[in-house]
């Protein structure tokens, strides 16, 4: 069973709004939730217009973190572009997981260099460090190309430097 609220809006449209299910909420509980809606739609209130508004600022905030982005956007981007997008995603997915419920505005240099600190006492080779954060700074440089960030927030990390003088060969 499932609790509704019918009503009409300024406009004379009819509406009903999804107040739970019995599973969830009582008949009394049920009651007071519609007498408070109907308050709301007396004072000229759409409310079912405020619910999916909220839903929509819901939605945009989980896709404004990395995970949202990296599986709403780039992963359909790096799958076309990329020669490899598994390794790709992989480095992003595997080395920045502690980033990936953090919005896109608020992963600072400070959280990367900290990182990169990490790998370096793991053992970790500065070219491999180079290569995963470049990865990531891609992924940031498009949700900035998108429209999804004013601006790149890890644009300031440099990679290390590596004395690459290669294998020598003969």
Known sequence: MVYYLDYRTKDGQRKSF?????????????????????ADVAHGKD?????QEAKKKASQ?????LKGFLDHRY????GTN??????TLGKIEGQFSFLMNRPLSEITPWAI??????????????????????ALKACLSR??????LA????????PIKVDDQGRVRY
């Open 143 to 148: 949700a900035v190309e998108w429209g999804f």
């Open 18 to 38: 999804l107040i739970g299910s019995h599973g969830n909420i009582t008949s009394a509980q049920a009651r007071e939730v519609a007498a408070l809606r109907a």
């Open 113 to 134: 260099e900290k990182w990169r600190s990490e790998q370096k006492k793991a053992g970790k080779k500065d070219s491999s460090i180079n290569r995963e954060l470049m």
């Open 47 to 51: 409310i079912q217009k405020e619910k």
């Open 75 to 78: 992963r359909e981007y790096v």
């Open 151 to 158: 601006a790149n927030p890890i644009a300031s990390v440099k």
């Open 82 to 87: 990329h020669k490899d997008p598994a390794i």
């Open 61 to 65: 905030k989980k896709m404004n973190t």
